[in-house]
Each structure stands twice: as C-alpha cells, then as structure tokens.
C-alpha cells in the first residue's frame, strides 16, 4: 500500500501497512488524504518529504550501520500525479480541523519522542474510589454525531476550541479510520474493551520507521509518560496490537483505583532492528506507590529514577543502577523515623521529579530589607529583537462609486422590493433539508414597512409611544429563522430604531446572558423583538408570563409577525434617507473578561461597509449565495443581510441544526442552487470533510468564492488544505477559497480575492514560534520543531489604510519584522463601545505615532484586537487574537496555538470533540496558563493521567512555557455559548470560583512558577558588645515585662499547701459551698461545701492507706470525668501525701484510640495506683479495652464510689513547700506528650497569683466550662476554689455538646460577672447557637454582667473566633471588651491572663513578610500581607518576661520577635520524664541570658512573641506592656530560609472556598503539605487542588508539594481545641486518612 504525502493522523507507518490491511480488511477507511499538495505552491512532495526527515529526524534512534537516505530510497515516491487517487477522507478523530496541521502535529509528535530520554515522574494522584466510577459512570455510550459546538462563541470567537465533530475511529489497527456511515455497535462495544489506551494509535512516522531498520515505530511515538509494556519493533506493533490490549484489561481492571504500577518504555534502545523486547535498567519509571504488593516480580519497575538519563540515553552507559525505594528498603523520613509507606514513596518520588532542574534559573540576589522581593524577569541580552525598518501604513485600492449604488440600505430594499417584488431574497432549510420558506423582496419589503410601523404606533399610548426613532430595541430570533430576523431588522432600519441582536436566553442562568443583560439596561433596551417559536420556547412562570432573566432590564418582549402586527395606513410610509451618522444598529461582542460590550455601527459605516464587500467580492446582481454562519452577527449578517439586499442576492440559509444532522447541506446547497458564493467557517470545511463520501453529485465549479470566515485564526489553513484536497476533484478551484479577517470594532478587516485563472497563488509564512512569543517575525530555519505556518487574508480593505502598532503603550508603528495590532483609518468600522466614553477613545480614536511622535494620519485609526503583520506584496497575516493572548514571564503566547498543540497530542481521541479551553490567571504578579479539556466519556484514569502528562511536554516543547494547571472535566461540562463553542470566560470563571468539578487536575507550580523571592539566608548575629548598652539593644529598651509585684500575705495565704487551706475553711466556713456541677439541662447535678469536700477526702485518703497500701510520695492516677470525684480525689491524695496525677477518661465511643493514651500516662507517671468511678472501672474491663490494652497490665484499680465511714489516722503534711504537690501532663500541639512538676511552693504562688490578677473572694461566683485535666483549666477547676473561697459553678464541656447554650444559660442565670471557656467550646457556641441569638433572648439570656470572659489557651489568641463571638452574642449583652485569652505554655501552665483591672486588650496588625524574616513591622489595619495579633492577655502578678534570641539566647530589642522567657513563683520545676533528659531539663527550665542580665534563672516557654509598650496605663499608673504570641516554635515551618507558622498558611486556605472548613499544614521533605476537610459533595475535592495553590503562592510566596482532600473530622484535635499537625502528618504518611482526593503538584 502506498502511502499518500501528508502523515496519517494516528497513522501507523510503511512496515506497519500489511499488518494495517489485515486488521481492517479492505475497509476504504484506511485511506488518506493527501494533505499539503504541491499545486498550492506549498512545497513538492519531495521537499515536503525531507522537510519532515530533517524536521523528526534528529529525535530517531540511527540504526547502526545503515545509512539514512537509504531509507528514504527503499520506498516509492508518492508522485503529485498518483496522489490524486489517495484524496479519500478519513477522519480526523475528535479534533477540530481548524486547529489542524500536519507538521504541527508531527512536532508535537517529535518533540515527545525527545522527552523520551529524560522521563518525567509524575505521581499520579490518589483518588477514593466514589470519584474514580463517577468518572467513567456515563462511558460506553455511542458517539454522537452531531456538532460538539460551534466556535463562534461568544466574543472569544474561535478561543472557544470547542469544534470538530466526533467520529470515532480508532480501535482497530493503527491508523486512526474511521467508519463508513454509522459506526458499528459491534466496534463500539470492541472499544469499551480495549478501555481506549494509547498503544492504539501509534505515531510512528513514514521516515522514521525506515531509518531505524524497522524497528523504531514505538519511539515515534509520544513518550509514553507513565505506562507502556516494552518496546515491540514496527511490525509485531500493530499484530500484537489486540492481544495486548486484552491483556491489559485482563490484568488491569478498567477502574483499578490503585493505580497500577508503570513501566516505562526504554527510550530508542533497540539494536540492529532486533525486535527481541529489550528492558533497561535505568529507565524505570517511578513505581506507582499506591498500591504496593510485596512480592514485586521485577524490582527494576520499583526503582525510581533519581538522576536523569545522561543525554542520548543509549543502552550501556545508562545502566547503572539506581537507588530503590518503595518497598524494598524502609524509607527514612525527615527526622530519621523510617517509614514505610506509598505515601511517602510517592513524596520521594515527587521529590525526585522536582530535583530536574528548572528552566529559567533563580537569580542570586539578597537584600536585607523587611520587603521580600519578587523575582522581576530581567530581558535576555540574546533574546531576537525586531531588526527591520519601522513599517508604512499600507493603503487599500479606491472605494469606486457605482453610479447605481443606492443612497441607503432602506433604500436599496425599496428598490428592489417595488421594481422587482417576486425576486427571491432568502431561502430557509428546515432540518431535513428541504425549503422551509422563500422570502421575496417585495414581502421582505412590505413585511418590514409593517414591522416599522407597529414598532412606532402600536406600542405604549398615542401620547407615550414605548418606541421613539432613535431607541435601542433587542432582537432575540433563533437560528433557524432568518427570515423573521431580516423582517424584524429591516423593520427597525426603517423605523429609525436602532436594533441590538442578542442570542436566544436558553435558561434564565445561561452562560453569559446575565452579562448580555448589562449590555441591555446599559442600552436603555425596553421592547425585545421575537418570533413566534422562539417565544413559546422562552421559561414561563405558572402566570405564563417570561419572567426576567438574571441581570435583564424589565422589558416587553413582542413577537412582530404578520398575525400579530396591525396594516399600517395607507398613507403612512417610512421615511427614506441617505446614510447619515446615526446609529444603525449596535452589535454584542463578548470581551476576554466575560464582560459584554456594544459596538455602534452608523448608517454610513454600514453601507460604506457594503459597498467595500461589494467591490472585493465583486457582487453582482442576483447572484445566489450561500450562508452556513450565524447571521445575527459579524461576516454573516454582513455578507448574507447587509450586501446581500443591496445587490439583491438570493441567500440560502442553512440553520446550525440542518449542519448537526448533515454536515454535508451546505455543499449539497451549493450544487443544487448553483451557488456563485459560499460562507463557511473552518469547522464547517472540517465537518464536510468528516462526512464525505464519495458522492457522485457534487460539483462546485460553480463556486467563484469560499469565504472562510475565521481565516484570520492561525489554525484555519489546514482545515482550508485538506479541504481543497479532497474537493478539488469535484471542481472546486484552489483559488476560491478566501480566507477573511474580522473583528466587531473593525468589521472585515481583510478578505482573500478570488484569483484570475492561471495566477501564482499566495505564499504562506512558515514562522518560528519562539519569535512569535518575542513578538518579532522569524522566518522558520527548518530545523525548529515550534513552527506556525500562516496564510495570508488578502490585502486591506478598498478605501481603508490600514497599520501595525506595538501592543503594550503608546500606538508606535511596528518594524517590518514585527508582530503588532492592526489598526485601520476607514469610516467602515465600528464608532464606539456603547455607552463607555474612556474604552472608546482607546479602541476607535487610535493615532499611530512612528518613531520621532508624530501621529502618521490626522484621522483616528480603530484597533482591531488582531495580532499580525503585513507581509510583502501588501498581503496580511494573523497571527493571533489580542484576546487570546497570554503574557507569561514576558513572553507572548497565544491561546488558539497552545489549544492547537494539546489537540496534537496522542490519544488524539482522548479530547471529547475538540473541546479544550486555554485561558491565563494571575498568580504571584505573572499570568499563568491554564488547560482545561472535556475528557471522553470512556477515559480511563490512566489514559487521563498519560495524556495529561503528554500535553505538558507538548506544551513544553514546542512553547517553552509551563502550564499551570491542566484540569480535566467531564463532557459536556464546560460552559458553553448559545451556539456551543465553549464559554471561555465563564469557564474562567468557574474555575476560579472552585465550581468546575474538574475529574483530574495536575498543578505544576514548581515547574512554572520562578519569580519567587529568593531564599533568605541568616545574617550573622552581631556580637554582644556592641549592642548591648545599658537598657538598650541595638538602640533599643530591652524587651522585658512584669506583672504587679505579690503585695502582703493574707490570712488564708500563711498556708503553705493548699490541703492546710482547706482544712481551715472546712472550720472556718464549713458551709460555703466552693463547688456547683451542672448537666446537660442546666440543673445542679452536685455541689460541695468546705466541709463536705473535706469529709469526702479523708475518706479517700484512708482508701488510699488501706486498700492501696501507699507511701507518702507515691503516684496515683485520676481517672475521672470532669466533675466533683474528680476534686475530692485530688485533695484525698493531698491528704495521704501522695502526688495526684488527672487523666482524661477514655472515650467509651473511641476506646481503641483513647485508651493507650491513657495507659500511657499512666505508665510515664509512673503511677502506682488508678483512682476512678466503677462505670470507668468496668469500661477498662470492656471487650473494647481488652483488645486495645491487656487488663493486667494497669496497676491497682480502686473505685472510689462507696467510700468506707472511716477516717485517716492522721492527715500528712508535708515537711517541705518544695515537694511535689502533683504532675500535670498534656499533649502538645506537636504530639508530644509531656508531663511537669508542680511543686506546693508554685502551687501556691499560681493561685494566689491568680486570686490577685481575678480579685475572687469567697462571695464570687465564677463559671468554668474547660477540661480539668492539664494546665489552667484543670487549676482553675480544682484549685482555685479551694484557695479563694469563691464558688465555682462546674460546666463539663462534654454537656455542650447536648445543649450548646448551657454555658451561656447558666453564665446568665447565676449573673456570673467572670467566666472561663476553651477555644472549643466558644466555637461549638458560634457555630450551634449562631442562627439562636434571638430565641436566647426571648428566654431572657442576659451576659451583660460579664465583666471578663477569659479563653484559656495554650497558642497565639484566634482573634476571627473571639471576634465574631463577640459580635454574635453583642445582642445578648455581652461586651466586647470583656471576651480575652489567656496564655500558658508547659514550662509556665498561665503566664498572661487578662483579669478584672487594667487596659483592654490591645490589637495591632504587624506584616507577615516580615515576621517570616523573624521581624516585626506594625502596618495600617487593611494594608497588604497584613496579620491582626491580639495581646494575649495581661501578664500575671509575680511574673517577669523577656524577650531572647532562641539561637544566640541574647535579649532583643522591644519590638522584635523572639522567644519569650518567663520568670515567676509558678514556673513549674521541671519536666517529669521515664529518662531524666538533663539536657533539656535545663535548657527549658533554668536557661540564663547569653549578654545582659547573666543571673536571673529563666523558663523557656517555646513560643515566639514580642513585647510593645502601649500608650495605656496599668492599674498601678506605669506605662502597659502587651505581649503578643506570634506561635510555637516546634510548629514553625522553615521553607526557603525563611519561618513559617501554620495557622497562617491554614487562614488563607480556609477563606479561600466556602466548602474547605477546616485546615491543617505540615511539612514533608521540604514539601508543604495541605490538608483540608471538605463540606460538600466528593465531586468538588478537585476543585479545591488549584485554589489552594493560587492562595498559597499568592499570600505566602510557598508553593504547595500536596494538597489531600479528607472528609470532615479526619484533622485531628485536643481538648484545647488545638490541632495536632504531627498526628495527622503521621497518619498520611502511614496512609490511615483515607483521603478523598491527593493531589501531588509537579
């Protein structure tokens, strides 16, 4: 079989042709078209033939020995004169024509087969399987023929790539043929087997296979990024074809959620044509770590790729080995915990990835300043530069006056509607076909002399016509029914009525018709003129009334059709005038930003617009014509309403549903009218192409014209070849076909002639895209694989002067060499932007300057938004629209040229008809592209990923630019305009917005983003001496604050144990009652008095002796719920001399996890015995607990229920105040479980400190609701009753979750004027109780007593929370003033706590850039990058702080970040540890100032913060200082240098997407992970992957390594409320989250 000239689309190659004609049979299919033809002065065939050797060959493995032309001579030449038998069609799979070119898609072929040296590892992402089916849900269904869209989309034209009609092909061998007529369900079913992958199509081209002996089909193939099985030479490919792919599908299930694990395929390894599969070691791509197996049959396919093959990646040289992960070795993870886990295997392998080396490298620069700069793009001294001669504007021919041309458009239909009324003006085809209507002149004339009279009389009153001359009036007609348009057009033309044609509003929500309603009211449109279908098809309400569409003025929709419409008088008839300036009629365009703009187009315009048509087109009378295009808008109402009734023509129309049933009608039209002139788009040459048969009738000799109407897009030519191809056989002369540039501002800019017979035809430029991207014109040296072939649109319009002017800046005239806008000077163009003076003036008042300023014309020119240049013989070329346009890192690309190239990558069938929209975003002060593409029903998650993966490098290649993002979405989901292309700027939209639903995305931030700040590097410390004078440090007062000092003892202060303060007061006030315990309703479920209290812990304390058997100094563990056991157990311990420990209970819902905590502390304390209640001792011995840890493993259990009636002998007392009085254990924010000593002395102190800084006195009464297990809550709840007297009403946090508003209830019921609560619990209040504030009221909830409300946490205040619980509860009384934190940490359990006197807390806002570089820099409230930081409270009686450096340990300046330090009675003497760690024991409890103050013993605390002194005053008359907490320093990530706190990052994600309500980040490997939980349904996880990353580059210059989406409740949290980021670090990587959704971006 001989192979025609152009390469097959999914072609297989030469050595593939037999083994091609057995799997097909002698189907025609299989046969070619030939695409570029010599006739075209293009290039010979034999020219074309080394053009492409010369183009692909350098990518093809050489087979040794053999000499590369003899390839070429082994195969017969396919003469011009034997080609001709090849002009067959064959489809052209799922992608529009338009957008196709044959070396372009050999480029992109090529340009993959090169990446297949250096593979990339792309970890595919984890998807819960719900997600996994949802995709391939609707996936075996027939493809449908009818159109995938129409690219006249809005505005955005031919953006909208959404063309090309499905056919599918594929399947069988090779090539990618498609069926005769219906495709065979037969077939059908065949490819939902073969679950469509890649191996179908293989690229191999003709030359390639030849010069590498046969055996290089496989490598002209894409890379095959992720999965391939081995390399099979050329002609095994195709036999084994079938085989394989069952085999695939036998082993792979089509839904495997785990991802399989790849191979890839050894690159251009295969020797001396040996077809023997060959594996090398090194090219193994990563191993899929999702689903490891242990018995791994070939250890090579686990081995991730470290380094990059060396280039020419032969056999021997590259087979080293390379180091394994996965499951071979145990990973080590950061700290060197080794870790075995796909997770992490999978981050390794990202990490791995992320090594290559990036393209433009960061440029080294520092500057020590709080600003972070910004990486600006510095010009290339190499980049090309426009060299030529600047450019002269170029002048159309003459506008000739005919001596006939009427005076006026309603003129010209006067004319020929009176002199001849039976001449037919349009025919109408329905969608079978046949003539629905023929509409005359002379009833288009009288039809719209009644329009125009019903227009002005018969609407509103005599008094108040609705319709005055003048007006603007909508005019909604679907596309079928041209004939009641033109009627309704007219009509308005000769009421003097300005029509504004919209499209037909489907729903009342449709892509952009809200914006078409802005255009509308702007308009002042009152009346919307309709036909009689198209208004009992608009949405009614029950009334039967058309309600108001989103965003549309109110208007009176009329329907002026001949029934409807009353006979205008006989003595009324429309005034006729010559053209003059007003408006004739006002045409939408749709602007890159979805924003809806009005082009006014004047009377004179409009027929001067006509009359230049005319004489390029050389109308002439009565001709018939063709029309395929919308004829609302642009080149089809222009051609086919305008010109066509001012040469009285005869259109026939054919309706974009006619086009969905057969694509074929507009060339049977053609034949059968005889027609002189045809308009087509290129999808329209592309669909007929699809659909032909060999039909015996066609003949279009009678063509003399072809208008392509999109010819200004780059990609039209090739639609415009394979055409011409396959049609000239049927008469259609190469010379009709005229490409045509337009725009709405400018109208026809430039319009092909038909050529005279016999002359040359125009050249094409063969362009280098690099240039383009530099915006200066290269011609291309055939070596570059990124060309961009273009043809010319003829030369300027007749009466137009036409120029180029650079795109940025002032309008200076372009170089020759040089790619600019286009402007011309003509009055027929548009005259203004409806109603927008200032856009206007820039787009239709233009004065090109040349180089010395001086303007070349004193008329205006318009812009037309097309990018291109003139070429020689005054021809011009369009290169691109302004608005497709995508400025990244200074680089112009254009966005049909990236569709073009995504559309070229195989599986080219893996695009759902073509549609694929590429728009930019910006990100971190530079555009970023992004590629969203509607995926094939039946594409499986492999074959996404693959080609995802393919088009990356495509792009890659060919534009040298990243790609940001590429997401994938399901057919038929983006957003599409009313005739079907694809709505790009509400696609933008959504996807901005987080609501495309995407079904794979793939970000590659760190591939594309490069302007990040550079890394910082630490400065060295300056050294004491010179700081430190005095009390200044660096020029400033030291930074250090104490609370007031003790003040004089009282009388229960003599004390020094608290067990002797509650033997007083039980004789003292033995009926005061210290402690109230609510439940759920709010009732008292128990209370304490002093002497109760003191009975019930005797009683204990004798247990203790008895039962227990205990030592003075022994540990015991309580194990208590929140409540009153809990307190009487404490003070018994105190009474036997043994040292208490609280214990959280386990959680009798979550025993498995809760329990070996328990145990844990337990053990760690060393505890001898456990205290509990008999419900808890029962649940210990549960089946549940037994499972979780072994019954006898816990020591002694002694349930303090029944309490004997019998007293200790003798209560101890403690010999020292520096013993120990009781062990406090917590988990910190990191995991760590950490216990310390509280001594009685601190004991003591801390309440006293406490009692001072809250002024309690036995007649308070104060409400906690906290967890009385660590810290100040569990001080609070026990001890400080005890010691102030005053009674403390008990509220388990627990009970909040039945009634989340017994906090608040009871605060007001016992008029409590101080309360204290957990992060938790005001959150449950804000969240259960915020739609409840009045039915609170209503219930007399009064908080206006509460003078403070105290959270107690251990972290940096969360100032949103207290904020909107302030705000929330306002209306209950509380005040705002009153709602503060306090702040504690382990080595001091409260070190602030805002109390009853002294300033309100203060807030500044500091600039986060700033603290990332350990410094603090106040800022404007509102001003960028700015973080509100609320004091932490006031800092308590009896402690002291300062500010230190945590490496150099130096005091700081005031102001400045820095660990803080405390100092005070209270510290706690140390931590209780199994192993005595001394080290640390020291350094967080007794560390001395390196310079200064050498003496004072001070506890570190691990937080950073700063001290500020205020312009308030303390109770004691000094100057306030507030400390600020900024955050933990074991929580702080360092990325690039530089500090980062978590809770920062997680405020930005969580406001990023109403459904993202909870957040939690950590770091792996220098990987920033982001977790976050997800309210709403599975299918919007993907949506979040690329918001996350925007918000993080954006706000925190950090790219995002992994974004997992989990469900809501997975981010850990403690009783504090505080997120535990290691456990959940932990549980991803041993992969127990059970994610939704893991993204890992590139």
């Avoid at 002796?1105 to 009487?1128: K, W």
Wanted: proline fraction near 6%; charged fraction near 20%.
């Amino acid at each position: 079989m001989k192979r025609a000239a152009g390469r097959q689309r999914g072609g297989g190659s030469d050595a593939a042709a037999p083994a091609d004609r057995g799997q097909l049979g002698s189907s025609s299919s299989c046969r070619s078209i030939e695409i570029q033809h010599d006739e075209e002065g293009d290039i010979t065939q034999k020219g074309y033939e080394k053009k492409r050797s010369k183009l692909i060959g350098a990518y093809f493995p050489q087979t040794p020995g053999m000499d590369p032309s003899m390839g070429q001579e082994r195969r017969t030449p396919v003469t011009p004169s034997s080609s001709s038998r090849y002009n067959r069609r064959r489809s052209s799979g799922s992608r529009d024509e338009r957008y196709r070119s044959d070396v372009h898609t050999e480029a992109v072929q090529a340009a993959l087969a090169k990446h297949k040296e250096r593979k990339m590892a792309v970890p595919m992402p984890s998807k819960r399987r719900s997600l996994v089916v949802q995709t391939s849900m609707d996936a075996y269904t027939p493809p449908d023929t009818s159109s995938g869209s129409e690219g006249e989309g809005q505005g955005n034209g031919d953006e909208d790539v959404g063309d090309g009609e499905e056919e599918d092909g594929g399947g069988g061998g090779g090539t990618s043929s498609s069926r005769e007529g219906s495709i065979s369900m037969e077939h059908w079913i065949s490819r939902a087997v073969h679950s469509s992958t890649t191996t179908t199509s293989s690229t191999a081209s003709s030359s390639s296979s030849t010069r590498s002996g046969g055996s290089g089909a496989a490598a002209g193939r894409l890379a095959d990024v992720l999965a391939q099985h081995v390399h099979i030479s050329a002609q095994q490919h195709l036999r084994h074809h079938r085989h394989h792919h069952r085999h695939k599908t036998g082993l792979l299930s089509h839904l495997s959620l785990r991802k399989r694990r790849r191979k890839a395929e050894p690159a251009g390894l295969v020797q001396n044509g040996n077809s023997e599969p060959q594996r090398s070691e090194n090219h193994s791509a990563p191993p899929d770590v999702t689903g490891y197996t242990n018995n791994t049959a070939n250890t090579t396919a686990d081995g991730i790729q470290v380094e990059r093959a060396p280039p020419g990646g032969g056999g021997s040289a590259a087979q080293r080995q390379t180091p394994k992960y996965g499951n071979a070795e145990l990973m080590e993870t950061g700290d060197g915990v080794p870790v075995s886990s796909r997770v992490s295997a999978k981050i390794q392998q990202l990490v791995n990835t992320l090594k290559r080396p990036k393209r433009p490298p960061l440029r080294e620069f520092f500057v020590d300043d709080f600003e972070e700069l910004l990486e600006v793009q510095q010009p290339d001294p190499n980049l090309p530069k426009a060299e030529g001669a600047q450019m002269a504007a170029m002048r159309g021919e003459q506008l000739g006056v005919v001596t006939n041309w009427p005076p006026s458009l309603e003129a010209a239909l006067q004319r020929w509607g009176t002199i001849s009324p039976k001449a037919p003006c349009l025919t109408t085809m329905d969608t079978n076909g046949k003539p629905l209507y023929v509409l005359t002149y002379g009833k288009l004339w009288s039809r719209s002399v009644k329009v125009a009279y019903n227009l002005l009389h018969k609407l509103g009153t005599k008094q108040e016509p609705l319709v005055r001359p003048g007006d603007r009036v909508a005019l909604v007609f679907p596309n079928n029914d041209p004939g009641a348009f033109m009627t309704a057009f007219y009509g308005c033309l000769l009421a003097e009525v300005v029509p504004v044609p919209i499209e037909v509003p489907l729903t009342r929500k449709d892509a952009g018709s809200q914006q078409i309603g802005f255009l509308l009211g702007s308009c002042g449109v009152t009346v919307v003129l309709t036909s009689d279908a198209c208004h009992k098809g608009l949405p009614k309400t029950p009334t039967g009334e058309i309600p108001q569409f989103k965003g549309w003025p109110k208007v009176l929709w009329f329907v002026p059709e001949s029934k409807h419409l009353s006979k205008p008088p006989r003595d009324w008839f429309p005034q006729i005038k010559d053209a003059n300036q007003d408006t004739a009629y006002i045409e939408y365009k749709t602007c890159k930003d979805g924003g809806v703009l009005g082009v006014t187009v004047t009377r004179t315009a409009m027929l001067t617009h006509c009359q230049a048509l005319t004489q390029s087109c050389s109308y002439t009378e009565a001709e018939t014509i063709v029309n395929v295009l919308d004829f609302k808008k642009d080149v089809g109402l222009w051609h086919a309403v305008l010109t066509s009734v001012m040469n009285m023509m005869h259109v026939i129309s054919i309706p974009y549903a006619l086009m969905k049933v057969n694509p074929l009608s507009w060339i049977q039209k053609v034949c059968q009218f005889k027609a002189k002139v045809a308009y087509v788009k290129s999808r329209d040459m592309h669909w007929a192409l699809v659909a032909h048969r060999d039909q015996r009738d066609v003949n279009l000799s009678s063509l003399r014209m072809l208008v392509v109407a999109d010819g200004s897009n780059p990609w039209s030519i090739s639609s415009c070849d394979a055409f011409l191809n396959v049609f000239q056989t049927k008469g259609l002369r190469p010379e009709v076909v005229c490409p045509c540039a337009s725009s709405p501002e400018a109208l026809t800019v430039a319009i092909r002639r038909p050529l005279e017979e016999g002359a040359t035809p125009p050249s094409r430029g063969v362009l280098s895209m690099p240039g383009l991207s530099h915006g200066v014109i290269r011609v291309d040296s055939e070596e570059k694989l990124s060309v961009l072939t273009l043809q010319d649109v003829g030369s300027v319009m007749p009466g137009a002067l036409m120029c180029v002017v650079k795109v940025e800046g002032v309008p200076q005239l372009c170089k020759t060499d040089e790619i600019g806008e286009m402007c011309v000077c003509t009055v027929a163009t548009g005259t203004s932007y409806y109603g927008l003076a200032g856009m206007t003036k820039n787009t239709f008042e233009v004065f090109p300057v040349s180089n010395n300023g001086t303007p070349i014309s004193e008329f205006p020119f318009t812009r037309t938004g097309l990018l291109g240049f003139i070429g020689p013989a005054g021809l011009i070329f369009v290169a691109g629209k302004m608005d497709g346009l995508m400025v990244v890192g200074g680089r112009r690309h254009n966005a049909d040229d990236i569709v073009a190239t995504a559309l070229a990558v195989e599986p080219m069938k893996f695009v759902y008809r073509g549609r694929i929209a590429v728009f930019s975003i910006t990100v971190l002060h530079d555009e970023r592209i992004v590629v969203v593409a509607e995926q094939r029903p039946d594409s499986t998650e492999e074959d996404s990923f693959q080609w995802m993966s393919r088009v990356l490098q495509a792009i890659d290649s060919i534009h040298q630019v990243g790609v940001y993002c590429l997401a994938l979405v399901s057919s038929n989901t983006l957003p599409k305009t009313p005739l079907g292309g694809i709505h790009l700027s509400e696609a933008k939209q959504l996807f901005l917005e987080g609501a495309l639903h995407p079904c794979n995305v793939l970000m590659c931030p760190h591939t594309c983003v490069t302007n990040l700040p550079k890394p910082r590097q630490k400065q060295p410390e300056i050294g004491p001496a010179s700081v430190m004078v005095g009390n200044l440090v660096s020029g400033k007062r030291i930074a250090q604050a104490s609370g007031r000092d003790l003040g004089q003892i009282e009388d229960n202060d003599q004390f020094l144990f608290l067990s002797e303060v509650l033997q007083w007061r039980a004789q003292t006030t033995p009926d005061h009652i210290l402690y109230t315990l609510l439940n759920s309703r709010g009732a008292i479920a128990s209370s304490l008095t002093c002497v109760q209290l003191h009975k019930r812990a005797e009683k204990i304390a004798a247990v203790l002796s008895e039962r227990g058997h205990l030592q003075d100094g022994d540990h015991v563990a309580l194990v208590y719920p929140p409540g009153i056991d809990l307190i009487a157990a404490f003070y018994g311990c105190l009474y036997a001399g043994c040292v208490p420990i609280t214990v959280r209970p386990p959680h009798p819902q979550n025993i498995a996890t809760t329990l070996p905590t328990v145990k844990m502390i337990v053990e760690v304390s060393r505890s001898v015995c456990v205290m509990t209640t008999q419900l808890i001792c029962k649940l210990l011995r549960s089946k549940e607990a037994l499972a979780a840890v072994d019954i006898r493993t816990w020591p002694p259990v002694i349930d303090t229920d029944d309490l004997p009636k019998k007293k200790p002998p003798l209560l101890y007392k403690p010999s020292n105040p520096d013993t120990l009085a009781y062990l406090d254990f917590s988990v910190s924010t990191t995991g760590m479980l950490a216990g310390v000593k509280m001594s009685h002395t601190a004991t003591s102190a801390f309440c006293r400190s406490i009692k001072l800084q809250c002024e309690l006195y036995p007649s308070r009464e104060v409400a906690i609701c906290l967890d009385p297990y660590c810290g100040l809550g569990f001080v609070l709840w026990c001890l400080c009753s005890v010691y102030s007297g005053h009674q403390s009403i008990l509220i388990p946090p627990s009970e909040l979750e039945v009634n989340p508003a017994l906090w608040l209830s009871a605060v007001s019921q016992y008029k409590v004027r101080d309360t204290f609560c957990s992060y938790s619990v005001m959150e449950l209040c804000t969240k259960g109780l915020g739609l409840q504030t009045d039915s609170l009221k209503s219930r007399g909830v009064d908080l206006s007593r509460v003078r403070t409300c105290v959270v107690v946490a251990e972290e940096r205040p969360r100032i949103a929370l207290t904020q909107s619980f302030s705000k929330l509860f306002k209306d209950l009384g509380l005040h705002p003033r009153a709602v503060s934190t306090s702040f504690g940490c382990r080595v001091n359990l409260a070190i602030c706590l805002q109390g009853t006197s002294g300033p309100d807390p203060t807030t500044v806002f500091v600039d986060m850039r700033a603290l990332r570089h350990d410094r603090v820099r106040l800022v404007e409230r509102g001003s960028p990058h700015s973080l509100p930081l609320m004091e932490s409270g006031k800092i308590l009686p009896g402690v002291r702080i300062i500010i230190a450096n945590p490496e150099t340990k130096g005091p700081m300046g005031e102001s400045h970040l820095g660990e803080i330090w405390v100092h005070s009675g209270h510290n706690a003497s140390g931590y209780f540890t199994v192993y005595g760690d001394e080290v640390l024991q020291s350094d967080h409890f007794s560390s001395r100032l390196s310079f200064g103050d050498t003496q004072t013993v001070w506890a570190r605390t691990g937080y950073l913060g700063f001290l500020r002194r205020t312009e308030l005053t303390d109770a004691s008359g000094e100057r306030h200082d507030a400390l600020y907490v900024v955050g933990a320093l074991e929580e702080a990530m360092e990325l690039r240098g530089m500090r980062y706190h978590p809770i920062d990052i997680e405020t930005s994600v969580i406001r990023t997407h109403k459904s993202i309500t909870e957040c939690a980040v950590f770091t792996w490997t220098n990987l920033l992970v982001v977790v976050v939980e997800l309210d709403g349904s599975e299918h919007e996880a993907l949506d979040l992957v690329p918001l996350v990353t925007n918000v993080v580059l954006e706000e925190h210059y950090l790219i995002v390594g992994v974004v997992v989406v989990v469900d809501i409740g997975v981010i850990p949290i403690n009783s504090r409320g505080e997120k535990q980021r290691m456990h959940l670090r932990d549980g991803f990587l041993a992969d127990q989250l059970d994610p939704i959704y893991v993204a890992y971006n590139m």
